[in-house]
């Protein structure tokens, strides 16, 4: 079945420093999504990739799409304590199912 | 807009009793999802609704499961009889048109089976 494995698992780092996760997916995706979720939040959307390679950016937040479209990054640029959370990545492969990684876990020190 | 509103939100209930948990998705959000969050297993889809209609349910953990969505605005998913493996918070979403639009996620409920 379709795989999608997200990592790290977790990262600490230090208010200022860059952060980056990464999904990568077994099969070709026909899109992917980034949600984050607080601590004791419900996942909040943040972006979809649909194109072969598409960058796109908000505010600090980088997503990438790779040109072969089986894996994904999220990179936040002078990490902010209101970045903390758990990043997810959302995938789909044009079936009716949306696979989520297990996430990653970020933690911010001031 | 309310968002997409789940009720209730924190649950105990002793192991073999009946759980039912609720969902009223965003108006004009034609598919439901229903997920439940573990730490050891993530964020899980248990069934998705599209138009009312269950399109997958591959997720749904076994018999004792079950979700209706009698109409556009509401649905339900229950557990009989529950246990405590079932011990999670179980989040409800909407979107427009299925998995390739942006899912809006209620605030879950928290699940505590003893």
């Known amino acids: 079945g379709q795989q999608v494995m997200q990592i790290p698992q977790y990262q600490h780092v230090q208010e200022g420093e860059d952060f980056t996760t990464y999904c990568n997916s077994s099969?070709?995706?026909?899109?992917i999504q980034w949600y984050k979720q607080r601590p004791g939040g419900h996942p909040v959307f943040l972006i979809q990739l649909v194109k072969s390679g598409e960058v796109k950016k908000q505010k600090r937040l980088t997503f990438q799409f790779g040109e072969a479209k089986k894996n994904s990054s999220l990179h936040i640029t002078a990490t902010q304590t209101t970045d903390v959370g758990t990043y997810f990545c959302a995938a789909n492969t044009g079936g009716f199912k949306t696979i989520f990684g297990a996430g990653t876990r970020l933690f911010v020190k001031a | 807009d309310a968002g997409v509103i789940q009720s209730p939100r924190h649950e105990v209930t002793e192991m073999g009793q009946e759980v039912t948990l609720r969902c009223k998705p965003i108006?004009?959000?034609?598919?439901l999802f229903w997920y439940r969050q573990t730490m050891m297993r993530g964020l899980e889809l248990l069934i998705y609704f599209n138009n009312n209609v269950p399109i997958d349910d591959s997720g749904m953990p076994e018999d004792r499961f079950s979700a209706k969505m009698p109409n556009a605005s509401f649905s339900t998913l229950k557990i009989q009889p529950s246990e405590p493996r079932d011990s999670a918070v179980y989040f409800c979403?909407?979107?427009?048109?299925?998995?390739?639009?942006?899912?809006?996620f209620g605030p879950g409920t928290r699940l505590t089976v003893t």
């Open positions: 108006s004009g959000h034609n598919s």
């Open positions: 979403a909407s979107s427009l048109g299925g998995v390739s639009y942006e899912q809006y």
């Open positions: 099969t070709t995706l026909s899109n």
